[in-house]
């Protein structure tokens, strides 16, 4: 056992691997719910707009984004949102998909032979159908 500080309120509790104490990450759970509510209806929403309605706090939302939990709409991600790798604007999670791909490349070079070529049919299939 460890005890850490919360990243979220800063208060030492016993961590069991997790950066977040079992009151924060119950807090989290219930803005993830009202957040995603509010990004339902409020498809091209910013993060600014989204923390002024929910009253959520804006670390949280970037929290629930890098997560994956949550998606910003729109290519430049909001403008707060970046690959970890390449600095790139990005929608959810913590890397851009290029970077995320060349990570689980080198991850699982024995599982991934004939991944790339599936990735690209799928990739043309997209391009094809916003024609
Ligand atoms: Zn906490
Ligand atoms: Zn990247």
């Not at 009151?23 to 009202?34: A, M, R, S």
């Not at 984004?65 to 949550?70: M, P, V």
């Not at 991600?77 to 851009?96: D, H």
């Amino acid at each position: 056992m460890n005890i850490i500080k919360c990243m979220f309120c800063k208060k030492p509790f016993v961590s069991m691997g997790g950066r977040i104490c079992p009151e924060c990450l119950e807090q989290i759970d219930k803005d993830f719910i009202t957040v995603r509510d509010y990004i339902y209806e409020h498809k091209h929403s910013n993060i600014d707009k989204i923390a002024e309605e929910t009253e959520v706090s804006k670390h949280v939302i970037l929290h629930l984004l890098k997560e994956g939990r949550l998606i910003i709409d729109g290519a430049d991600g909001g403008g707060v949102l970046f690959c970890e790798s390449c600095k790139k604007p990005i929608n959810t999670g913590r890397m851009c998909p290029a970077c995320m791909e060349k990570v689980s490349n080198t991850m699982n070079k024995t599982v991934t032979h004939e991944k790339p070529a599936e990735v690209k049919q799928e990739q043309n299939f997209k391009g094809s159908a916003k024609i």
